[in-house]
């Protein structure tokens, strides 16, 4: 029962293709540097606005703790994915392998799901602060 074409025959994917934003675009470098520069522009509000948090005392409560936070967050979930969009449309490739994706779907998700809890506990926060204060 052991068929050589039978078992030759088997495929398997290495790699998945990944569809550019804009294909037929005249100007992809153009595009990459606009991409790259809002992404630069959005790390560099997060940690000006970490570090404005850390150095004003005044601003040492709950409420901007969890702006920090949120900041935080904010830098490590545009970070999972803009880089390797932007190499890969600078180096021309279209291919993403399988541990990758996993390991970047990973951690987009959970930290969609952590800023949706992180929201959640700012809104809680406000809540309490609003309509029961000083307890």
């Given amino acids: 029962m052991d068929n050589p074409i039978w078992t030759s025959n088997c495929t398997s994917w290495v790699d998945f293709i ?3 934003l804009f294909p037929q675009s005249r100007h992809p470098a ?8 809002m992404f630069l522009m ?14 004003d005392t005044h601003l040492h409560t709950p409420i901007y703790f969890f702006i920090s936070q949120l900041s935080i967050m904010d830098m490590m ?3 999972t994915t ?7 449309q600078v180096m ?3 291919r993403i392998s399988a541990p990758e994706c996993g390991m970047q779907m990973f951690l987009y998700l959970t930290l969609a799901g952590s800023e949706v809890f992180l929201l959640a506990a700012m809104s809680y926060d406000l809540y309490v602060a609003i309509c029961h204060p000083l307890h």
């Fill in 30 to 37: 153009l595009l990459c540097l606009v991409f790259f520069g």
């Fill in 18 to 20: 990944l569809v550019w």
């Fill in 82 to 88: 803009v880089p390797k969009m932007v190499m890969d």
């Fill in 77 to 79: 979930y545009i970070s």
């Fill in 92 to 94: 021309g490739e279209n």
């Fill in 42 to 55: 959005a790390l560099s509000g997060n940690v000006l606005l970490i570090l404005l948090i850390l150095t």
